[in-house]
């Protein structure tokens, strides 16, 4: 006959975590049962020998499982904890189930404050996300030094990102602010997609030929011209001349090669190719003059500033 003492001596040890992990370990070997809907748990038993850690599995029967649930017999399983509570009221000479504690994870929801200022900006930020710093600033009334502050500040909470855009020449870029995703889930707004996929910068360079080029024709931003996609196009009023246009910000030689190949096989009349990377706009160059079957009379190599004046330079010869 098991003692009171004995019982609660055991209980101490479960309680401690030394009994529990083997339970567990055996808990995790027993097979699925072949049976749906009915559960299949290990089972231990009162009467099992003081200071061991074997235990006693129920026998597998086709009906249902009626042993009492972990909380009617004392468990409280948490979602932190690998831990049991086993109370001191569960059956004697009765049986428990030992269920595993299951994973919960819970998405975390930013933490940070902002001020009405910061929240303010940040709006701004994603209402015109192409307007100049000096701009931004005189528009929300703030100070060169005011609003720098304000922007170092959100870029080290990481809510937003500086971007520099090189115009042309020495002294001449922008700078563009982007909102980060921390930023979108605080502001709990959709995060903006550029184009067909493509990025802030490729779409800001997109935007800005394509609204300079407005008075010579129709131009148009990822048309497609038999099911290829171009970055922008230039058609002249009289419909004498389609150009094509093409914004490669960090594309790999060998994908530049296929590009120009499929937009001349689309019945491009003139493709334009603008570069951000000077290295890369030279490698091409010597690509292109030595291939015969990328038609070089077709194609107009260029660094990103300079796409307008060649597509202006295209259009006035027609």
Known sequence: MITDSQ??????????GTEFESILRK????PPNANQGKETSETVTANETIGTNETSRAPRTNEPNESPTPQAAGYQTETNNT???ISSHA??????QVKKPEKVFIKQEPTTQLTNEERSFLNDVYNHEFESLVNRFRNLGLSAGSGSRLVAKLVSLNLIRKLEINLGGRGN???LLELTGEAYLLLKLEPKKYGRGSGMEHYFWQVKVKDTLKPLGSAEIEENVKNKFIDVTLRLPDGSLLIGIEIEISSAKEHIVEQIKRDIEA???FLIIGFKDKRLFEQMQKTISASNKLIPDKVRLCLLPEIVKEAMKLANKK
């Open 7 to 16: 019982i609660n001596e055991r209980n101490k040890r479960l309680l401690a």
């Open 27 to 30: 808990y995790e070997e027993v």
């Open 83 to 85: 831990t049991c509570n």
């Open 91 to 96: 059956p004697r000479g009765g049986e428990f």
């Open 173 to 175: 870029s922008i700078t």
């Open 267 to 269: 019945g491009i009349d």
